[in-house]
């Protein structure tokens, strides 16, 4: 029997059903993989932006432990944004210490408000939705010290507790 090279019986590629299936796999591939680009590009984001409020916050409550801030509340200036009165920062101070002699506990809690980075996106509102966060730091002061003083101060205009 002789056989023809373009035969009906020779198998020569794929069939659309094949194809169509790799294509298919191919794609869905594709998809996942693109996918978890964005995702990973959306966690560098955050992680970007929570690293700087946690800095920021950081840096002004040892302001305040050290004696360094003047206010127990204000804005901060954000490095590259122009807004100054978006990043709300607020302080309380409390005296934990358990006896009336030696160096002074103090309780520094800051809590520094920001506005959130996906604000207003999809949502179809104009106001600014707000996040926190709270650190919160103990010192030991001794009388003299600017924050003993601070906290002092504090404390008299505020009635709660002795200093």
Do not use: C
């Amino acid at each position: 029997m002789v056989t023809l090279k373009d035969s009906p019986t020779s198998d020569h590629g794929f069939t659309l059903v094949e194809l169509v299936m790799a294509v298919a796999i191919i794609s869905g591939a594709f998809l996942t993989i693109l996918d978890l680009r964005v995702k990973a590009l959306d966690d560098a984001f955050d992680y970007n932006n929570q690293r700087l409020v946690n800095r920021l916050a950081r840096e002004k409550l040892d302001e305040v432990a050290f004696g360094l801030a003047e206010n127990t509340s204000g804005n901060l200036e954000v490095p590259g944004k122009s807004s100054v009165g978006d990043w709300t920062w607020n302080v309380e101070i409390f005296d934990e210490s358990t006896t009336d002699i030696g160096p002074r506990t103090l309780m520094v809690t800051l809590t520094l408000e920001y506005p959130s980075v996906y604000s207003g996106q999809g949502s179809g509102r104009d106001t600014e939705e707000i996040e926190s966060v709270t650190l919160s730091t103990r010192v030991l002061t001794q009388e003299g010290d600017a924050l003993y003083d601070y906290a002092g101060q504090l404390i008299d205009m505020t009635g709660e507790g002795e200093f």
